[in-house]
């Protein structure tokens, strides 16, 4: 089995998350936290929340981007490791939300980074989170897919 | 500091020190103050009730039509379970007031704010700082004055 | 501080999921004691006050209660009872009781939420899983009663939105006995065991007088002894006629902070138990709201999780208001608690920090700069706790 394929299988079987809150009202951090509880318990899809980008293979993006924070995310984004998966969580990350026309920020995660999965409401409930996690796990896998294929093995 | 003591009410405490207070609603009283009166009538209050007094919030409003600016320091006094509203004005051309700091440490963070939004000097404070909350991009501009078109635009 | 003093920024991500928003701690340290402290901050204004000049009154409450997700019924409430005040707008009772029940509700997650990730930042895993498991209860409740998890804008100009029936006031009565009898067990594990007080006992102390003179509010100010609660100073809502106590520990430390919260979850449940008890009957809005409000005045403050919680509004008559200024409670503590770090240990800043219940908390970046070599070094939060030798 050549190393491509076993890193894709690692991945899309175990990813883990990187979640970054670019100034929110903690509204949707806190049920990304419900999210990974015992309750819901993604662990048993080897799901897991690791503090470091370097790790990760799936960002989790909650809150208005405020300008000062969205040189950081850039910053983030660059160093995760290929393949990855953006994931946008709320309303506020999608568009906006409620602050929109506000002096102080982006509107929207896009304007910053590529997403690829939109998770909408005010607040999305922790169902629709891991929804939008296992969709996101599916994108992960096409994304290893063409690597694996793209990329000669000697 | 005990629960026991008797303490002035408010209305004797500034008939005292020469100043007239007005219950505008129950339990909360308000009165007009000059700017460089502020610290002292302050410190006075400190000390009538034992430092069981502290300072809420800055609410400052820019009145362009008045040309002033008005400063309301909502502060509360604990033994005597009411709010006290100190307002003051300062002319638009020239916004000075002098510092709490040294009488109330705590008012530091309010001060800082009001002077990064609204561009009213706090004379006497050494930590005042633009920008503190906004982004780079508005560090000489001031969002809560009313003649502030928008960023970019003033 | 050392001549050779050079700064190199290692980026370090976000620590923590949830709740913590971005924010900056610099720290100063000489070996492992820190020397100085500052807080960077600003990465999560959002504007708030600018916009809410250019929004109605109804679209205010809406606004206002999404600046804090964690407390929002209460931001809702404050900015009501903030513009009921300006507009003399009568609430009627039964509105005034359903509020303190959600209030109390959000109170007792808030809570929650904070000693789970309290017990997290001290490295026990297992105790910040089970509080999760248990606080999924009292979410239930939220949305049986408001319709929502978290933002279910209950709470509007007037009164509030929904009803509550006689089954939810059943089933609610039963899932509070369920979490009275989860945190007595952890009460204990709190006030007793020996490693949590090993490491909250001590640390970040503040005298009575310090935390009234740096203008601390809510449980930092309760955790140094200081009897001060809006809710029995400035009542609002049906606080003049539900029952309650203010807790108070003399310590001052991070584990009386904790220990306030833990006991104010119980004062908590009594209340709700009384609220239903007591619920009367009537309508829950008044029958007319206007949607001009005259000139004038509004002032509202109440007592949120975090503490003291101020909505000060200025009109000129029409649909907008002229200013609206919000002060959190997180503003002040964060930033006048910040010189409680001084003179700790580099391992108990997370402890500390926690402790304030920063609504804005968790810096994704801790950069501390050894003053003797000039050395930088960027840590995790939760590897920084971990650095502590019992």
Known sequence: MSILRLLRWGVTRSPWLLHFNTGGCNGCDIEVLAAITPLYDPERLGVKLTPSPRHADILIVTGVVTKKVAERLKRIYDQIPEPKVVVAVGTCAISGGVFRGSYSHVHGVDKVIPVDVYVPGCTPRPDMIIKGIVEAVRILDEKARKIEQETPVR | MSEEKEYPSLEEFFKNIGLEVREVKPRRYQLFVDPDKLPNVVKKLVDAYDGQVYLSTIAAVDFIDEKVFELNYDMSVIPLRCVLILKTRVPRDNPKVPSLVSVLPGARPHEVEVYDLLGIEFEGNPYLEKPFLLPKELANEYPLRKDWKGPGKS | MSKELKVIEIPVGPQHPA???????????????????????GFNHRGVEWL??????????FMCSRVCGICNTVHGTTCSQCFEDLGNIEVPPRAKYLRVLVNELERIHSHMIILAIMAEAIGFDSLFMLMMRDRERVMYLKELVTGN????????????????????????????????????????????????????????????????????????????????????????????????????????????????????IFESINMIRYVIEHLPGGPILPKVVPKKLPAGEGFSKSEAPRGELVYHAISKGGMKPYRLKIR???????????????????????????????????????????????????????????????
């Open chain 3, 149 to 264: 998890r978290v933002l279910a804008d209950y709470v509007t100009i007037g009164g509030v939105r929904r009803d509550v029936s006689k089954e939810t006031c059943d089933k609610i009565l039963k899932y509070i006995d369920f979490i009275e009898e989860r945190m007595k067990f952890y009460k204990k594990i709190w006030g007793e065991d020996p490693i949590v007080r090993k490491r909250l006992v001590d640390t970040g102390r503040a005298t009575a007088s310090q935390a009234l003179s740096h203008c601390f509010v809510g449980p930092m100010l309760r955790g140094s002894g200081v009897k001060s609660d809006v809710r029995r100073d400035y009542p609002y809502a049906a606080y003049d006629e539900v029952p309650f106590n203010v807790i108070t520990y003399k310590e001052g430390d991070s584990w009386a902070r904790m220990m306030v919260r833990v006991d104010e």
């Open chain 3, 19 to 41: 709740l913590h928003e971005p924010i900056q701690l610099k720290i100063w340290v000489d070996g492992e004691e820190v020397v100085d402290v500052k807080v960077v901050a």
């Open chain 3, 328 to 390: 959190t409670p997180s503003f002040t503590n964060i930033h006048n608690g910040a010189f409680l770090i001084k003179g700790a240990h580099v391992a108990d800043v997370p402890a500390i920090f926690t402790s304030f219940d920063p609504c804005i908390s968790c810096t994704e970046r801790v950069k501390i700069i050894d003053v003797k070599t000039g050395k930088t070094r960027i840590i995790p939060f939760n590897k920084l706790s971990k650095l502590k030798k019992l």
């Open chain 3, 52 to 61: 809410a000049e250019r929004k109605t009154w109804f679209q205010n409450v």
